[in-house]
């Protein structure tokens, strides 16, 4: 699944190909990955212009002159790419955007997981998917001290409290294993046993990975490109993920994968010991 950087890599590449664009026409193919009524959906966004595009964790924003925005949720597979209308539509092209300057935004779904939604600008925070979301991990929104405060809190072990969205927004399987090799804390801990001093390198591990993920296009393990159809390079420095008995990169002892929350978990049996 796309995680923040991923999402954020998306959202920067349409700021440069759709950003102002009018949307002329919405063609719906699966009117499942519509939230609501597709009908509605075509209707109230034909004749809008994309002011903005936004990003809250892992969720893209649309935002339309009108005061609506349609919130997107890429879940395994979606893709947004931006074509000639003479193009053949891919198999698993399911939404078609035909925009004012004669090209069209596709939304590409391969397992059909994504889902799209129609609502008032203002009230966009106030979605199901978004409401309990935890802050952004940036050094500007992402408290320190609450951070600590809220995982002792947590009944659920680390990895699954820092999957869960609440704490911080924006980590998914991958980074989460990042991270925690990167602080020595193993994935089974539970998170209200971490002292400040771990709590604390566990944060400035959580800003510092993302951002640098965000700025080399995100981590493609699998089929994940941005909107210009470019992998991502992050893959080439991950330390835990992925790397079943593999030597861990500081102390040599083979990596290790067990199950965690129901998530493929990978960390060093060395490393990062039990507490």
């Not at 590449?13 to 026409?25: H, S, T, W």
């Not at 700025?215 to 893959?235: I, L, R």
């Amino acid at each position: 699944m796309p995680e923040l950087p991923e999402v954020e890599t998306v959202r920067r590449g349409l700021e440069k190909l759709v950003l102002g664009a009018q949307i002329e026409n919405v063609e719906i193919y699966y009117p499942k990955i519509i939230n609501g009524d597709p009908q509605s959906f075509q209707q109230e966004l034909r004749g809008r212009t994309i002011e903005s595009i936004t990003r809250r964790g892992k969720y893209l924003i649309f935002n339309f002159d009108t005061g609506i925005s349609f919130v997107s949720h890429l879940r395994m597979e979606g893709k947004y790419f931006v074509e000639n209308p003479k193009t053949p539509l891919e198999k698993h092209t399911h939404i078609v955007f035909t925009l004012s300057d004669g090209q069209q935004l596709r939304y590409n779904d391969v397992r059909k997981f994504g889902r799209m939604h129609l609502v008032k600008t203002v009230q966009v925070q106030q979605l199901p998917g978004l409401k309990k979301l935890g802050p952004e991990p940036t050094a500007a929104l992402f408290d320190k001290q609450l951070f600590y405060e809220r995982l002792k809190h947590k009944k659920k072990m680390i990895k699954p409290a820092l999957l869960d969205q609440t704490i911080v927004a924006g980590l998914g399987n991958i980074y989460t294993d990042e991270v925690l090799w990167s602080s020595k804390i193993n994935p089974q801990t539970p998170a209200a046993h971490l002292s400040k001093s771990e709590a604390d390198r566990l944060h400035d591990e959580i800003i510092t990975e993302l951002a640098r993920a965000t700025s080399q296009g995100g981590t493609t393990v699998f089929t994940y490109t941005d909107t210009f159809g470019h992998a991502g390079s992050f893959q080439k420095q991950l330390h835990a993920y992925g790397r079943k008995g593999q030597p861990c990169e500081r102390c040599a002892t083979p990596l290790k994968k067990i199950v965690v929350g129901q998530r493929g978990t990978t960390f060093c049996p060395q490393c990062q010991k039990v507490k």
